[in-house]
């Protein structure tokens, strides 16, 4: 009996005998595991250190991560939910479906201060409107100013209702003008040649392809064109009220099969085998100070004087309001 199962167990082991790794699912955007993202070379360096495989499931966006998780519920078959930014946590955390991830986040370090059991930051950017140099040779210095400019300046901008960007652009009116953030828009208006659904079509179906001279992005998109296409064309312009800023987190989910390989996850975003990949993979700047390994381009970007920032309870709790203060001001 004990030879035959310790045939069996040998058998089992055998070299050339495939075997079922465990299954880290973990959902995400798009451009996260595209083969220019990180995520490919963030899979192969945590899969070096487990006896484990990553599986990224792409969704639209940290929107629809929300809006997945929700419709799932307890069945849902993730782990980990990364990719939610700073303006949809109160949405996330009101699921009920996530738990406190229990490690040590004292490496973050942001330009607010983060103190939260649950989201763990990964990166972080400012939104900005970036512009093609051959196009416009001086851009508003201040988003008045670009309210303000020639209804022949057109600009690309995404919808909030189902884009990040597009949220960050409604926020930041909202930070800067408040109450009177509806007519603003009346008079930004004329200036907006199309309103996507998301930022890739935004940015490299239209802006890219010459349709318009600025485009809703982040401060840090020109790091990119800078480093990898190798030209200064693109730029961010820097606005004197300041930029509004855009942390992205991740968190561990309620149900999964699998919390301490979720847990070891979340620590290993705030190594360098994953944080170094965020500056010229995700176009963001690192969670965690990663001294010289963050790409000398990023010393040529704009540096805001002033972050704006509205506390995601407070997003929350006005976030359908201020859609449809926006949606009436558009329509107009």
């Not at 704009?302 to 997003?315: A, G, N, S």
Request: with cysteine.
């Amino acid at each position: 009996m004990f030879k035959k199962a310790l045939l069996a167990l040998g058998f089992l082991i055998a070299p050339g005998i495939p075997y079922a790794q465990t299954t880290l699912t973990v959902y995400t955007y798009p451009s996260f595991v595209s083969e220019w993202g990180p995520g490919p070379a963030i899979k192969t360096a945590f899969e070096a250190g487990c006896d484990c495989q990553i599986r990224f499931v792409a969704l639209d966006s940290s929107v629809a991560l929300v809006h997945r998780l929700r419709l799932e519920g307890s069945s849902t078959p993730a782990d980990i939910v990364l990719g939610l930014d700073a303006n949809t946590l109160s949405e996330a955390r009101a699921t009920g479906l996530l738990v406190p991830h229990n490690i040590d986040t004292s490496a973050v370090s942001l330009p607010v201060d983060w103190q939260d059991d649950t989201f763990v930051p990964y990166d972080w950017g400012y939104f900005a409107f970036v512009y093609d140099t051959k196009q416009l040779a001086s851009p508003p210095k201040s988003l008045e100013a670009l309210i303000n400019a020639p209804d022949d300046l057109k600009i690309i901008i995404e919808d909030p209702r189902t884009s990040t960007p597009g949220l960050g652009l409604m926020l930041w009116m909202k930070a800067i003008y408040g109450d009177q953030a509806p007519e603003k828009w009346k008079q930004l208006q004329p200036k907006i040649l199309t309103i996507t659904k998301g930022w890739s079509d935004a940015y490299f179906s239209l802006f890219m392809n010459g349709e318009a001279p600025m485009v809703l992005s982040y401060s840090t998109s020109p790091a990119y064109h800078m480093a990898v296409d190798k030209t200064e064309r693109y730029q961010a312009a820097e606005f004197s009220e300041g930029h509004y800023l855009q942390v992205e987190v991740a968190a561990r989910v309620a149900h999964s099969a699998h919390p301490e390989l979720a847990k070891q996850f979340l620590e290993f975003m705030l190594k360098p085998g994953f944080q170094n990949e965020i500056p010229l993979k995700n176009v963001m700047y690192p969670a965690t100070d990663i001294g010289d390994a963050l790409p000398a381009v990023f010393d040529h970007l704009i540096q805001p004087d002033k972050t704006l920032f509205i506390k995601p309870e407070t997003v929350s709790n006005h976030r359908k309001d201020w859609i449809s203060e926006w949606l009436n001001a558009i329509a107009n």
